[in-house]
């Protein structure tokens, strides 16, 4: 097997010195006022911080962001917070809903509440963190992207992951890494049942070192010889009439 | 497509601001739902008087006062009284709810009778959700328990009759978000067994095969479990009757649904922006229903 | 002649018939190919144009103007496409399409001012780099999917689905996945890659509506977003599309084409495009929305007289797919002894799965695909197109109207009952149109 990848660390939060936070309250503002302010070309430079206030549930928050700035959101958000997320680092303080950070290119999010469907849908990279648990289809069609949950996963999760990790501190439901490439899972709880041509594999030093570097980026702290890995049987990269039935 | 809310409560205090709670959830899921919206109220006392059966009807070309009298005539000495509420039309008489139900039939043949029971008022209308709210006054409605839906017409037109909620049982009510797949089916099947049907909409399909299951004695939970059973589709579904308020999604669960419960109430909406505004949600136990799980809450 | 009792085929279990069965008990598999539907259906053909005369008056060639131009997505974004001919180039994936039959499509393209689309294998440089305008489709599998190439795109599509398979996703099987594909599309190299027919994030036109705004805002509601159906419902369909926010709707009928789908998905599934292009435009039409929210339309459209009775019924344009592969040397006669090799003929070569094509265009193998001269390849694209154009706007003029859009159902009759039904247009030499107030 290849050499792991390496993990992307998240550092804690430092303000450069004399960046004030640029405050956006929603319900003052909306929120195409504020991603074309996150979108401006200098943002990193001229406001690296953001606090935004009264998210109130609302949609696509803080998406498409493409530099190196800080957003943190106090309140529960939408759908999509995040979305396409490059090298910007976005903090939940509250629950996101469906979809938070898809198809995120690098950078990282953390949700400090639950996360609801399909958290980091078919992301390429980066680091999501969620806090509490994150609801059915989690890391769905993830092609790279690294994701951490503290509590439950629930069913599907990680369905067509083509590549990436999932760390799950919890319970997984349901037909965990159906239909399974590349991507590898570890569960520290119970695993509902597991998804078609995904089977358990096992831990070898090397797979201990990668968890306890996505644990140590997620900043949670649980032992890393307490979790099984999950990865593709690969019996479906070809067809075989054989297989049939799992089709 | 559609977007539901629903609030069921359990502080007294708060029964007189159900229209304005409800009123508030229902102006975030417009998007989801342009076409048309219906509401539901149990307890209102304008709209269903405590001590009468109220049947809400869309009256067509009738106005309030024709229906009126066309119902008080069906029933000589009782005090028939309605009320003119936007779309729709309330008439309430201190009889038995099937009783009111026959009458009104009766007094205007080929009315449609979207909602009855003792204590259960039910809006619907074609045109913004918003405008329709507004129209029928539900910022000012009381009572313990409402429910909602914004509608975006799938298969069938947009029509008053095609709005949910679907009330097919005595103050009982059921919202869906999604499409099933197979209700073609399953229709057939209830028309020949007896039943009736206003629209060619899918969920009423939903609703009256629910009200079968209720009525054969099954309770809530387990009428919802046949459901899930037979129907193919992706589907959340909110349903209430007089004493109950209940959720429950398919199998694979796509279409999105959020619960926040608290001391004081019961909220459920389609997304999360809905229960923004709701008294105490900071402190909520927020939650999604897992897949074919019935979750249900009693008065 | 003398017929031979012994010898009369059954038409239920025809020669073809009896091979399919054959082969299916041989392999175990269902039989996959490109193409769309070959079966005969109603279609273009059965419909004909009213020209001039006594009642109505041409316009002369050339001085007499037909114009041809359209703009596409100008319902909510900065900059809408000002595209030169109603004629498109639909979306076909780098991986079921060589790296040269992208670039050539794109080099045809703008050479006549017109769009391409990419497909589910991403985003490619060479088409960029050689396409005016480029159309970005958001699919299901989200291969290759990121925001810098979202942002680069003139145009997005969000796909739900395509005609030859309206409720399927994406198939392209090992053969085809290359180094260059794998790296792409996130897949194993030489693994039949498995596409998912749902997205992933949202489920249904009340969440689509959600998902659109998202992409309006990544990229600061600069680019039209269109959304592209396989004819199915189409009616309630381009309802629910124009409500959730599309700017554009792409409607494919089933004769479109595909790289690579089971034959009984793209005979047996979706309806023609001919019976799917009057209910879209009802639809639009019923929401206040015909010609604000444009229609592109595909599925079949070979030359200038599909396109111009496209226009009649009411489309805002066309995109043409296999039309496009062929114009630029698929099924080339030259050729012939090559696919009798693989065990066709040319004109009748559909094993696009397989990347063993001879023409260069649907293979990733380097040698076969270095048989595309793109620079040629675009020529003969353009050539095409031009082509198309042009015979339009001698029907059009015919008809008496100075722009393609002013073609309408009343300048069309039809050949047979189905197709005046479909179109809704009167059979010929009758007042009579199917279905209509019966």
């Known amino acids: 097997m290849a050499a792991l990848s390496e993990v992307l660390y998240v550092d804690t939060v430092e303000p450069p010195v004399g960046a004030e936070p640029t405050v956006v309250d929603l319900s003052a503002s909306d929120v195409r006022e504020l991603n074309r302010a996150l979108h401006a070309p200098d943002v990193a430079v001229t406001a690296p911080r953001w606090r935004v206030v009264h998210p109130d549930g609302r949609h696509s928050i803080a998406v498409g962001l493409d530099a190196e700035v800080e957003v943190e959101v106090e309140g529960h958000v939408g759908y999509y917070c995040a979305g396409m997320n490059k090298s910007a680092s976005v903090t939940v303080h509250g629950n996101a809903g469906v979809g938070v950070a898809e198809n995120m290119m690098s950078g990282s999010v953390r949700v400090r509440g639950n996360a609801s469907q399909a958290a980091a849908a078919t992301a390429h990279g980066g680091l999501l963190v969620v806090e509490g648990s994150a609801a059915a289809r989690c890391g769905i069609s993830m092609k790279g992207v690294d994701v951490v949950v503290g509590g439950d996963v629930g069913h599907m999760s990680a369905f067509m992951g083509q590549a990436g990790r999932l760390v799950v501190c919890g319970d997984a439901g349901d037909a965990l890494g159906d239909s399974l490439y590349e991507a590898r899972i570890y569960v520290q709880g119970s695993v509902k049942s597991l998804g078609a041509d995904c089977v358990e594999k096992e831990v070898r030093a090397e797979h201990l070192a990668e968890l306890t570097d996505l644990l140590a980026a997620a900043g949670i702290d649980a032992d890393p010889t307490a979790f099984r890995r999950f990865g593709s049987a690969r019996s479906l990269y070809n067809f075989h009439i054989d297989n049939a039935a799992a089709y | 497509m559609c977007g539901i809310v629903g609030l069921h409560l359990r502080e007294p205090s708060l029964y007189p601001r159900l229209g304005e709670l409800l009123t508030g959830m229902l102006s975030q899921v417009c998007e989801r739902g342009p076409d048309s919206a219906g509401m539901a109220v149990y307890g209102d006392p304008r709209w269903s008087p405590p001590g009468s059966a109220t049947v809400s009807v869309l009256p067509g070309a009738h106005r309030a006062e024709e229906v009126r009298a066309a119902v008080a005539a069906e029933l000589p000495g009782a005090d028939v009284a309605v009320v003119d509420a936007g779309q729709t039309v309330l008439v309430s008489a201190p009889t038995e709810a099937e009783a009111l139900v026959t009458a009104v039939r009766a007094a205007l043949p080929g009315i449609v009778v979207i909602g009855f029971g003792e204590d259960l008022a039910v809006l619907k209308g074609v045109g913004h959700p918003e405008a329709l709210a507004a129209e029928v006054g539900l910022a000012a409605a009381q009572g313990w328990q409402g429910v909602a839906h914004t509608r975006m017409a799938t298969e069938s037109a947009v029509t008053p009759e095609g709005s949910h909620p679907f009330a097919v049982g005595p103050d009982q009510c059921l919202v869906h978000n999604g499409s099933f797949a197979n209700h073609a089916t399953i229709r057939r099947e209830l028309i020949a067994a007896g039943m009736e049907f206003d629209s060619q909409n899918d969920s009423e399909v939903g609703a009256r095969f629910v009200a079968a299951q209720l009525a054969a004695g099954y309770d809530l939970e387990k009428s919802l479990k046949l459901l899930c059973e037979r129907f193919d589709g992706f589907y959340t579904l909110l349903v209430s009757t007089r004493d109950s308020f209940a959720v429950v999604r398919d199998a694979i669960a796509c279409k999105p649904a959020v619960v926040a419960e608290t001391t004081q109430w019961v909220a459920m909406a389609s997304e999360y922006r809905a229960l923004a505004g709701l008294p105490g949600v900071e402190s909520a136990r927020i939650f999604e229903p897992e897949p074919e799980e019935v979750y249900a809450w009693q008065r | ?438």
Not at chain 3, 28 to 43: E, S
Not at chain 3, 103 to 125: F, H, I, K, Q, Y
Not at chain 3, 307 to 316: E, F, H
Not at chain 3, 329 to 344: I, Q, V
């Open chain 3, 1 to 438: 002649m003398t017929i031979d009792p012994a010898l009369r085929e059954s038409s239920t279990f025809d020669r073809a018939t009896i091979a399919e069965i054959q082969r299916a008990a041989d392999t175990g598999i269902y039989d996959i190919r490109g193409g769309g539907a070959k079966r005969p259906v109603p279609h273009f053909d059965d419909l004909l144009f009213l020209g001039a005369s006594m009642s109505r008056y041409p316009l002369e060639g050339y001085r007499e103007r037909c114009d041809t131009d359209v703009v596409l997505g100008d319902r909510h974004a900065t900059y809408p496409l000002h595209l030169s001919t109603p004629v498109t180039v639909a979306g076909m994936s780098f991986g079921a399409l060589s790296g040269r039959a992208k670039e050539a499509l794109g080099r045809g393209a703008s050479e006549v001012n017109t769009s391409t689309t990419t497909g589910d294998g991403g985003m490619t440089p060479e088409e960029r780099g050689q396409s005016k305008h480029l159309v970005y489709q958001y699919l299901p599998s989200r291969y290759g999917m990121n925001p810098d190439d979202l942002r680069q795109a003139d145009a997005i599509e969000v796909v739900l689905g395509q005609g030859a398979k309206p409720g399927g996703g994406g198939m392209l099987l090992g053969q085809k996945i290359t180094e260059r594909v794998a790296g792409m599309r996130t897949l194993p190299m030489g693994v039949d890659q498995r596409s998912a027919c749902r997205h992933p994030d949202w489920t249904g036109p009340d969440d689509l509506e959600i998902k659109i705004r998202e992409l309006r805002e990544i990229t600061d509601w600069e680019k039209p977003v269109y959304v592209k159906i396989g004819a199915s419902r189409t009616y309630y369909d381009v309802k629910l599309a124009a409500k959730a926010g599309a700017d554009v709707i792409v409607l494919d009928g089933m004769q479109g084409g595909t790289a690579a789908t089971q034959n009984v998905f793209i005979e047996h599934v979706g309806i023609p495009t001919l019976a799917a292009l009057p209910q879209a435009v009802q639809a639009l039409q019923e929401e206040g929305l015909h010609r604000k929210v444009q229609l592109i339309v595909s599925g079949g459209i070979r030359n200038g007289a599909d396109l111009a009775k496209c226009m009649a019924l009411g489309a805002d344009a066309v995109a043409i797919g296999t039309a496009a592969l062929i114009a630029l040397g698929d099924n080339a006669p030259e050729r012939d002894a090559e696919y009798r090799e693989l065990g066709s003929a040319a004109g009748f070569y559909d094993d696009w799965q397989a990347g063993r094509d001879p023409a260069g265009i649907t293979t990733q193998d380097d040698e076969l695909a270095a048989r595309l001269d793109p620079v040629q390849g675009g020529r003969r694209l353009a050539n095409f197109i031009r082509v198309m154009t042009m015979e339009a706007q001698v029907i059009a003029r015919a008809c008496g109207k100075a722009h393609l859009h002013h073609l309408e159902p009343e300048d069309l009759v039809a050949l047979s009952i189905e197709a005046a039904a479909m179109a809704r247009v009167p059979l010929a030499g009758t007042s009579w149109v199917p279905g209509q107030g019966l």
